[in-house]
């Protein structure tokens, strides 16, 4: 696979850059297909690649980039693109991810908050259980409200130093 960049790149060191990423990503938590696929698209100039260039670069099955796709689609790291004239999907890494992928973490922490709000009223919040529900409830509300002053900080720092997009 070549970048449409004209630079030119040392795949080693790409492909070193990627599997140190992604081990840094799975060690977080992340799958580590997922975590690779990641990487890789991110290393890559254009942010798109095909099943079959991820499956060339990573040496994966299409199965395996597939799946990767399918979990970084479900939590807004990557999207799919069809390609113009083609059945072939292309599959992209936006500059916003991070973004967008904590944005999605706010809406879960929201639906977790609601959890806990019922489990503080139907444990009791003058028990040890729904005190301990209650502080739960309120740091997840705490960072809540933190993660979405930061993220309009986030926005209008990148705002300025990397343009509208």
């Known amino acids: 696979m070549t970048e449409p960049s004209?630079?030119?790149?040392?795949?080693?060191?790409?492909?070193k850059f990627v599997e140190s990423f992604a081990a840094?990503?799975?060690?977080?938590?992340?799958?580590?297909?997922?975590?690779r696929v990641f990487a890789a698209l991110l290393s890559s100039d254009s942010g798109t690649m095909t099943s079959v260039e991820l499956g060339e670069q990573l040496q994966i099955?299409?199965?395996?980039?597939?799946?990767?796709?399918?979990?970084?689609?479900?939590?807004?790291?990557?999207?799919r693109e069809?390609?113009?004239g083609s059945r072939r999907e292309r599959y992209r890494v936006h500059s916003n991810q991070w973004y967008e992928a904590l944005t999605?973490?706010?809406a879960i922490m929201k639906r977790w908050e609601d959890a806990l709000r019922e489990?503080?009223?139907s444990l009791g919040a003058?028990?040890?259980?729904?005190?301990?529900?209650?502080?739960?409830?309120?740091?997840?509300?705490?960072?809540?409200?933190?993660?979405?002053?930061?993220?309009?900080?986030?926005r209008v720092h990148r705002e300025?130093?990397?343009?509208d997009g």
């Open 6 to 15: 004209g630079a030119e790149r040392d795949p080693k060191a790409v492909s």
């Open 82 to 84: 069809r390609e113009p």
């Open 61 to 79: 099955s299409p199965a395996a980039v597939s799946g990767a796709v399918r979990y970084l689609a479900q939590v807004h790291m990557v999207s």
């Open 104 to 106: 999605n973490r706010e």
């Open 160 to 163: 300025r130093h990397f343009g």
């Open 119 to 121: 489990g503080v009223t």
């Open 24 to 35: 840094q990503l799975v060690e977080a938590g992340m799958q580590r297909m997922s975590a």
């Open 126 to 154: 003058e028990t040890p259980a729904g005190r301990r529900l209650a502080e739960t409830l309120a740091f997840f509300e705490f960072m809540e409200s933190e993660l979405r002053a930061m993220m309009e900080r986030w």
